[in-house]
């Protein structure tokens, strides 16, 4: 008996790099992942044929208001019954102050469109669906740029994230006693098309500078971490926020 056999997790943004990492790892240790992805279909078909065992995929825009709802309706009546979300879908978005304001504005809610409300539309779906259910699990995939500020040029990014770790005390507090157990991820910089994108730009240096290691973290990483936090033994970690950062902010 694995750990996780017989959960059915939904994982958003499972088409990218952390997302197919946890994917792959939950089902590793005995999950049947429900893959979401917004565009890339291929992506997310070519992972669910590597998966050992049986999986399945739902498409949904997170960038539009009802995207999320919808996204739950879905899974929901696929597989019947969800064990655990991990909200890991998210976009990180350039945009200098000098931008004018429409951009500006319009910067600054599409990222809390994907990175946060598209995350409390589906924590709001899962809760009523574990309170029904006897409880459930909850992960959400924020960054060390909640908690110790970002840079110039991408402040949406930064505040999205603090609001995900907000929202994750929130719901730990509130939700225990229905055997819900939520907690947020925080990694610094890892290894994926995200920090491609920052590396292209600014060179790998600039990335790990601050980072005592040296090194970003692997996706892999990432998705130990989300396996072990489902594992039915773990409870107590409910409301925690898990650093995985090399050391570049402690606590
Ligand atoms: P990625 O760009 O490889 O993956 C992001 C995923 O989000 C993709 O699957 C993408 O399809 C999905 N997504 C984006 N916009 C969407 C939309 N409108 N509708 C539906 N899906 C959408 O990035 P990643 O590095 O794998 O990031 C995964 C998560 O980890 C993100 O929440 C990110 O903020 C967080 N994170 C990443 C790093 C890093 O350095 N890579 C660090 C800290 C936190």
């Not at 102050?97 to 899962?126: H, M, P, S, Y």
């Not at 229905?178 to 590396?199: L, N, R, S, Y």
Request: glycine share 10%; net charge neutral; with cysteine.
């Amino acid at each position: 008996m694995k750990s996780l056999s017989g959960h059915n997790v939904l994982v958003t943004g499972a088409s990218g790099g952390i997302g197919a990492a946890i994917v792959e790892r939950l089902a590793e240790e005995g999950a049947r992942p429900i893959i979401h992805y917004g565009r890339d279909r291929a992506a997310a078909s070519a992972l669910l044929a590597r998966l050992p065992e049986e999986g399945l995929i739902v498409q949904a825009d997170l960038s539009t208001a009802g995207g999320a709802f919808e996204l739950w309706r879905e899974a929901e009546s696929a597989v019947g019954v969800i064990h655990a979300l991990v909200n890991n879908a998210g976009i990180r978005t350039e945009i200098s102050i000098d931008a004018e304001a429409g951009a500006w504005r319009g910067a600054w809610q599409k990222e809390f469109q994907v990175n946060f409300f598209a995350a409390t539309d589906l924590c709001k779906e899962a809760l009523r669906h574990f309170k029904a259910h006897g409880g459930g699990r909850i992960v959400n995939i924020a960054s060390r740029a909640g908690q110790r500020g970002y840079a110039a040029d991408a402040m949406p990014y930064g505040a999205t994230k603090a609001a995900l770790v907000n929202l994750t005390k929130s719901i730990a507090r509130s939700f225990g006693a229905d055997g819900v157990v939520a907690v947020a991820i925080a990694p610094g910089w890892v290894q994926t098309e995200m920090a491609d994108e920052f590396i292209a730009k600014f060179g790998k240096q600039a990335a790990v500078a601050d980072i005592p290691i040296s090194e970003m973290a692997q996706p892999s990483e990432i998705a130990e971490l989300v396996a072990f936090v489902l594992r039915p033994s773990q409870r107590s970690l409910n409301g925690a926020t898990l650093d995985v950062n090399g050391g570049s902010y402690i606590r």
